[in-house]
């Protein structure tokens, strides 16, 4: 039992396949000719060794020209012509065994070889056509199946990147941050006092729909970073600017969820806070070439280190690449003297 568990699913269909042919032989001869002889099992057992041992080569030779990863026209050509090939080849030698071994009946003699030729190579042509049907079909299945598998992984893994980046980005100390600040505005100025309460409630209500969702529009992610930059600048006051560059035609186009707000904090973490006279935050978004550019700039210096290499520009890098593959871009670079900026392409929604 254990050496039969070895054999491969191949080979088991090899067996099976190549068997019932062997019986199906059987079972048609004894109904129209009435007798099975040995003459004809004979027969019956070269064509079923030939034919295990032919196509065991003929899949030898499709994985050995990749056939599968070529374009669906030049696979039908090898199919065809590895087909006609090897239909060719079993028919040879079928009829050079069956005359080594004196198994020619006496209803095929009367034919010249040509002819014996031309009817064995249709026959195994046929045989072979269904055994290449059934290859090529399982392959597509499969490898349907494997795509299909790719991308629920991809899919759970942006979700779980998103999770990511909303955990790290709705933390205690900005939650701390703002409530310390509303605080503080309670007595001084109720309205925006309640104000800032409406703005934190809207940063938090889109922190737990954003997980599920894949992209949300431009508009309504610029609209939760107003409400942060806007709770911020209760915290910095005058140290920090905020300028708006926004194309209306870019604010329907769907964007990540929560990208933005990674982009914008970054700028406020390691620009705007390490500066002590505090800086400009400018959010630019503007239609280039087709794509979408979406950036932010701020006041100071790019260095290497946590702003280089930490989660917020890895999670950026890695939503983009699994969202669009090649199609959208990421960079992070000193602009001008005095000026970080970090820039988004993404292509348009269709």
């Not at 088991?12 to 004894?30: D, E, K, P, T």
């Not at 186009?253 to 800086?279: C, F, R, Y």
């Amino acid at each position: 039992m254990q050496n039969l568990k070895k054999i491969s699913a191949y080979w088991w269909c090899q067996i099976a396949g190549w068997g019932a042919n062997a019986l199906v032989n059987i079972f048609f001869s004894w109904t129209f000719k009435g007798v099975v002889n040995a003459q004809f099992l004979g027969r019956v057992l070269i064509l079923t060794v030939i034919g295990v041992g032919l196509t065991h080569l003929m899949r030898w030779v499709l994985i050995r020209l990749n056939v599968l990863m070529k374009s669906f026209e030049r696979q039908l050509i090898y199919f065809l012509a590895i087909t006609v090939s090897f239909s060719l080849l079993l028919a040879s030698l079928m009829l050079f065994l069956f005359s080594h071994f004196h198994l020619i009946e006496e209803t095929e003699q009367k034919f010249s070889l040509a002819s014996r030729l031309i009817g064995s190579s249709f026959n195994a042509f046929v045989t072979l056509l269904v055994w290449n049907l059934i290859y090529f079909i399982y392959h597509y299945v499969e490898r349907f199946r494997n795509q299909q598998i790719e991308a629920l992984q991809t899919e759970s893994l942006i979700r779980e990147l998103q999770l990511q980046t909303i955990k790290s980005h709705i933390n205690p100390h900005f939650i701390f941050n703002a409530l310390n600040s509303i605080r503080a505005l309670i007595d001084e100025n109720p309205e925006r006092a309640r104000k800032a309460v409406t703005e934190l409630s809207n940063i938090l209500r889109n922190s737990m729909l954003a997980e599920k969702v894949e992209t949300v529009s431009f508009e309504k992610e610029l609209n939760i970073v107003k409400d942060y930059l806007a709770l911020e600048q209760m915290r910095f006051e005058e140290r920090l600017q905020v300028q708006f560059e926004i194309e209306e035609r870019t604010l329907m186009n769907p964007v990540p969820p929560m990208m933005l707000q990674t982009l914008v904090e970054n700028a406020i973490k390691h620009g705007i806070s390490k500066n002590i006279k505090g800086g400009t935050i400018t959010i630019v978004s503007r239609l280039l070439e087709g794509r979408h550019l979406l950036s932010v700039r701020n006041s100071g210096t790019l260095e290497s280190g946590p702003l280089a290499e930490g989660f917020g520009v890895s999670g950026t890098q890695n939503r983009l690449r699994l969202m669009y593959g090649d199609k959208a871009s990421f960079s992070l670079k000193n602009a001008w003297p005095g000026i970080v900026e970090a820039e988004v392409q993404m292509p348009l929604a269709v």
